[in-house]
């Protein structure tokens, strides 16, 4: 395998996790969450996931599994595979206590307001920050799989996904940093274990890599990248157009979802 493939493959899963920082800066130097912004954002992230997981994944996996397996064959291991995907990330949800769960995120004001009427309860914000951590660190490790394969598959690909996945991890860096820096005081701690979390996207890379990556062929490739498909779905209904609705008017997630389609479309016709 090409040595500067998987490099850049690397890179882009590094570039994805460490948005994270990007979250902690804006909690730290915002004074109010810009709402507006993160919901269009958000939805303009799920656009991007939806569409590049039904029409660009799910057939490049099906293509490939139905080349090495044959029709049916190929289309039943391919559509399980995507529900594969999405049982494996409900699982991890299902088993991260829901006040961790990065799912839950939390505006900036709403936060300051809340952690400076308990500063004097720095053991529990402390821990709430490290256990939001772990937990965030727990859902990007198959984000990181499905940056890493992608960008192996399609670098144009790879890069459109790690944008969309960088665009998610900002709020998680906001709800990583916000309890830490409350319970401490230290920007420079809350920042750290914030970007601590974000490299679990390129360790699942780098899991996924040392792994599978000696047996990769046609249906091991398929069954991933559907699965890949699976996830980024999941993610994108169950975390990220929650959230855009929460952080702003109903119709703003939907203008960016649409946005976020388009921009897809039309970046995947470009590189044809």
Known sequence: MDTQAILFAFALTLFAGLATGIGSA???????????????????????MIYV?????????????????????????????????????????KFIPQKENPHEVNLIENMTEEQREQKRKEKKLMRMGLMTGLAIAI??????????????????????????????NIPEGIAISVPIFYATGSRRKAFKYSFLSGLAEPVGALIGFLLLMPFMGPMLFGIIFASVAGIMVFISFDELLPAAREYGEHHLPVYGLFGGMLVMALSLLLFI
């Open 139 to 168: 859902h990007n490790l198959p984000e990181g799989l499905a940056t890493f394969t992608a960008a192996l598959h399609d670098p144009n690909l790879g890069i459109a996904i790690a944008f969309a996945i960088a665009i998610h």
């Open 26 to 48: 804006m909690a730290f130097f915002a004074k109010r969450t810009n709402t507006k912004f993160l919901s269009v954002a958000l939805g303009f992230s799920a656009g991007v």
């Open 53 to 93: 997981s039904f029409v660009e994944i799910f057939f490049k996996a099906k293509e490939e599994l139905i080349g090495h397996l044959g029709e049916k064959p190929g289309t039943w291991i391919t559509v399980a595979s995507f529900f594969g995907g999405m049982l494996l990330i409900a699982l991890i949800d």
